[in-house]
C-alpha cells in the first residue's frame, strides 16, 4: 500500500514558534508538495520539488521555506508562525508528468494561538 | 482567472438519485484530469481519472470535453457512502503541478 506520512495529525503552536512540518513518501515519486486547505479556498499550493534540493514558490511562499535533502522527505517550515497560518496542511507526492496522480499524507491540522 | 472552477454546491440529494458535476479549466493545453474524493477532516483521495474518451467504474462515469474544457463526474444511484466533497484536479502544462477545484459537497439523504 503506498503511503505519504506527516508527522503530526494535530498540532498546537505559538504565535511567534518556528514551526517543522514532516513528511515522508515510500513510493519513489520525485515531486513532492505542500499545500493548505482553507474553508472557500480549496487547495492552495506553498511549495513543491521536483527533485533532491530542488524547490519552487507555489501561489502563497510568504512566511514559509521548504527542505529536501533526501527524495523521500520533504519539510514545510513557518519561520515566525501566526495566527493567520491556522489551517490544514496536506503534503503529496507524485511522478512527473504523464498521467499520474497525487497521493496524498493524512493532513496536520495546525492552530496558532 | 482561476486554473480550475467548480460550483460549490452543496447537492442534496436522495438516495437512489442521479447527481452530476462539472468543472471548468483554463488552460487548453493541460495534460491531466482527475476526479478526487474528500471525506470531512480527511485527505483528498483519489476517485478516478478522467480520459479523453470518457469512463466509468460502477456508479461512476466520468467525461472530458477538451474543446470545451470542461470535466464531468456522474454518479448513479446515489448512496449514503457518497456524502463528500469532490474535488476537480488538472494537471498542468510541465506536468509537475497540479491545479484543485474548491469542491463540490455533496450530501446524499435517506
Known amino acids: 500500500d503506498v503511503k505519504v506520512t506527516q508527522s503530526s495529525r494535530y498540532l498546537v503552536k505559538r504565535t511567534g514558534e518556528k514551526v517543522f512540518l514532516e513528511c515522508v513518501q515510500d513510493?519513489?515519486?520525485?515531486?513532492m508538495f505542500w499545500y493548505r486547505q482553507d474553508p472557500g479556498l480549496g487547495l492552495r499550493l506553498i511549495y513543491f520539488?521536483?527533485?533532491?534540493?530542488?524547490?519552487e514558490k507555489g501561489d502563497i511562499p510568504e512566511g514559509y521555506s521548504v527542505s529536501r535533502e533526501k527524495k523521500e522527505r520533504f519539510s514545510l517550515i513557518l519561520e515566525s508562525a501566526s495566527t493567520n497560518q491556522t489551517s490544514m496542511y496536506l503534503c503529496?507526492?507524485?511522478?512527473?508528468?504523464?498521467?499520474?496522480?497525487?497521493?496524498f499524507g493524512q493532513g496536520t491540522r495546525l492552530t496558532v494561538v | 482567472r482561476k486554473e480550475v472552477e467548480q460550483d460549490p454546491g452543496p447537492f442534496n440529494v436522495p438516495e437512489g438519485a442521479t447527481v452530476a458535476f462539472n468543472c471548468t479549466y483554463s488552460?487548453?493545453?493541460?495534460?491531466?484530469f482527475f476526479w478526487y474524493r474528500q471525506d470531512c477532516r480527511k485527505e483528498p483521495k483519489l476517485l478516478m481519472s478522467?480520459?479523453?474518451s470518457g469512463n466509468e467504474d460502477g456508479r461512476f462515469t466520468a467525461q472530458l470535453n477538451r474543446a470545451s474544457q470542461y470535466i464531468s463526474l456522474l454518479i448513479r444511484d446515489s448512496k449514503l457512502s457518497d456524502s463528500a466533497t469532490y474535488l476537480c484536479?488538472?494537471?498542468?502544462?510541465?506536468?509537475?503541478?497540479?491545479?484543485f477545484g474548491t469542491g463540490t459537497s455533496l450530501t446524499v439523504i435517506p
Open positions: 513510493m519513489d515519486h520525485e515531486n
Open positions: 488552460n487548453s493545453a493541460s495534460q491531466s
Open positions: 520539488s521536483y527533485d533532491v534540493k530542488m524547490k
Open positions: 484536479v488538472v494537471r498542468g502544462v510541465t506536468g509537475n503541478q497540479f491545479y
Open positions: 503529496a507526492s507524485s511522478f512527473p508528468g504523464g498521467g499520474t496522480e497525487a497521493f
Open positions: 478522467v480520459y479523453s
